[in-house]
DNA sequence: CCCCTGACGACGC
DNA sequence: AGCGTCGCCAGGG
């Protein structure tokens, strides 16, 4: 059978999902929409984590900063406030960011599927 | 129903 | 190191 959300699970609980893996990253930490997508099923596309995330701003508080891509790059920089409210996020926790890039992205990378066991 | 558009990612050049 | 392409799934026109 077929593993994506929507023949599994409901629309709804694939927010809340994603919503609750952001609400574990550690302050000062970040993860990728593709971590993410393969923590709650690695056949889920990516665009999912990131189309649900487009929501969440519109709605309660979620730390969308942590997330970046699998770069390391602020895609997302562009749906906050203002073009550096993302960067000032991540500064503000001590999270460097140069050129729209995470500074040491594999350090401050946080994996769900490794360390959410 | 067809086509386009993504806060993505892996590859190829 | 930068682009372009393609696969991915859901929504909107």
Request: net charge positive.
């Amino acid at each position: 059978m077929k593993e994506t959300y929507t023949s599994h699970f409901k629309r709804n609980n694939f927010f809340e999902d994603v919503y609750a893996v952001v609400a574990l990253i550690p302050k000062g930490r970040v993860t990728s929409y593709g971590a993410i997508a393969n923590y709650l099923g690695s056949k889920l596309s990516a665009r999912m984590v990131g189309w649900a995330m487009n929501a969440a701003h519109t709605q309660k508080h979620i730390a969308a900063h942590r997330v970046v891509n699998s770069k390391g790059l602020l895609t997302g920089k562009h749906h906050f406030k203002t073009p550096t409210a993302m960067q000032q996020a991540l500064e503000r926790e001590g999270v460097k960011v140069a050129k729209d890039k995470v500074v040491d992205f594999e350090k401050k990378f946080w994996n769900p599927s490794q360390e959410l066991l």
